[in-house]
């Protein structure tokens, strides 16, 4: 029996925590051979919810592929992972949990081996080798992928140990939700984010996921010789979030600063970034797929840190807003990658930020707006309003920081509510 592979099964009995923070994420278990594989951006807690995941199993064998006592000999052998496991325990009852697995050659015929025995397996990982999303991808089929990102405002609230009872909207803890909100719109939900108490400390850790994304997930990944065409992309949409790119504006900006650059590799560090769940792009709805394909993308990022930390324009407190309601709306639609958000511009030029659509077709509007006033109530709400008419909704909402109201305009309802509200009755 070998050793090391026995010390590592045995080690990770050990090491699970009692107390792990629970996730909302749920992993169904499927009646079928397929691996269920946790995707995500880098520090948003993947590791930890598959630890969580073998609470619920009998018999759970967890290796993490980055442990020092694994030698290149082990990896090799990975069929002998299965061998020791029968050994020590009760073989019908095993379930395999695998950390940075990517981490091994031809892990891929192992998994699918242990699947064709009928045992149930969950992966993660997400390194300069591979993505999570490409652990999935590699399996061929024969994989269930789960969306992980950072913490919502329910799980954040959960973190910090906020308890929320029936009717909490009527009792003085809602002073205390909205400073917690404030705190969450600014600093977002890294789990190691949240749980840093002092501001030098997140940004810190918030620059460190920012080099991470650079130089292993997209400089070492790709094998990109133009470092400094990665830096200037990633910089860019940093600063764009909320806003529309264009390519050909792109272009034209890396012209006349004289920076060399290849289309090739604009395209594959852009479809990069969205791999890696840096950022995601939202496209113009519309009933034609070549157009809606062709049109300008508005620009998200995956947390609310990395404008704090990290943008220009960190302060601009209504594109912060929109940027959160878009994680959540993405949150909640469960797809590794965005199929069902747009966002809707009229002919007069009036948009609705977000169209959420259900078999292709707009189901929800939705307006996002810092605060209702004179100067852009007019502008937004005819904006949401050009949409529900076009798309025969009667019922569209407006989100806000603060403010609450119901109008009914031409027969239809508008419904405004603050962002944290609306997050918390899902």
């Not at 630890?51 to 002998?80: C, G, M, Q, V, W």
């Not at 699947?115 to 652990?135: C, F, Q, W």
Request: include cysteine.
């Amino acid at each position: 029996m070998p050793d090391n592979i026995k010390k590592v099964i045995l080690k990770y009995k050990g090491i699970v925590p009692e107390n792990i923070f629970e996730r909302d994420l749920k992993i169904y278990k499927a009646g079928f051979n397929k691996a269920n594989v946790i995707v995500g951006p880098r520090r948003a807690g993947k590791s930890f919810f598959l630890y969580s995941l073998t609470k619920r199993e009998k018999t759970p064998i967890l290796i993490d592929f980055e442990d020092n006592l694994l030698d290149e000999a082990d990896k090799k052998n990975l069929n002998r992972i299965l061998d020791v496991s029968k050994e020590l325990f009760e073989r019908g009852s095993l379930s395999f949990f695998f950390d940075e697995i990517q981490n091994v050659g031809n892990w891929e015929r192992f998994v699918i081996s242990l699947l064709n025995e009928h045992y149930p397996v969950y992966a993660t990982g997400s390194n300069s080798k591979m993505l999570s999303r490409d652990i999935a991808t590699a399996l061929r089929g024969k994989s269930l992928a789960y969306l992980m990102l950072p913490l919502s405002f329910v799980e954040y609230l959960r973190f910090k140990k906020i308890r929320l009872e029936k009717n909490f909207e009527h009792t003085d803890i809602v002073f205390e939700l909205k400073k917690h909100f404030t705190n969450y719109l600014r600093y977002g939900g890294f789990p190691e984010i949240v749980l840093a108490e002092v501001i030098p400390l997140k940004n810190k850790l918030i620059n460190n996921y920012y080099e991470s994304v650079l130089y292993k997930d997209l400089i070492d990944r790709l094998q990109l010789k133009n470092v400094k065409l990665v830096e200037i992309i990633m910089k860019y949409l940093l600063n764009l979030f909320g806003n529309t790119f264009s390519i050909s504006s792109f272009e034209n900006y890396l012209k006349s600063n004289k920076i060399h650059y290849s289309l090739e590799d604009l395209y594959i560090i852009l479809k990069s970034l969205q791999d890696v769940f840096m950022v995601s792009y939202v496209k113009e709805y519309s009933k034609s797929l070549r157009k809606s394909e062709y049109s300008k993308s508005k620009v998200y990022l995956f947390d609310t840190a990395y404008i704090h930390f990290l943008a220009i324009e960190s302060e601009d407190y209504g594109r912060i807003l929109e940027n959160l309601v878009f994680i959540e709306l993405f949150r909640r639609e469960g797809n590794t990658e965005n199929k069902t958000i747009f966002y809707h511009k009229s002919k007069n030029n009036r948009e609705c930020d977000f169209i959420v659509t259900k078999k292709d077709k707009a189901c929800e509007a939705i307006q996002v707006s810092y605060e209702l006033n004179e100067k852009n109530k007019e502008r937004e709400v005819s904006g949401l309003l050009s949409a529900m008419e076009l798309f025969k909704l009667k019922k569209g909402l407006i989100l806000t920081n603060g403010q609450e109201d119901e109008l009914i305009i031409n027969k239809k309802k508008i419904v405004v509510k603050p962002v944290w509200k609306w997050m918390l009755n899902k």
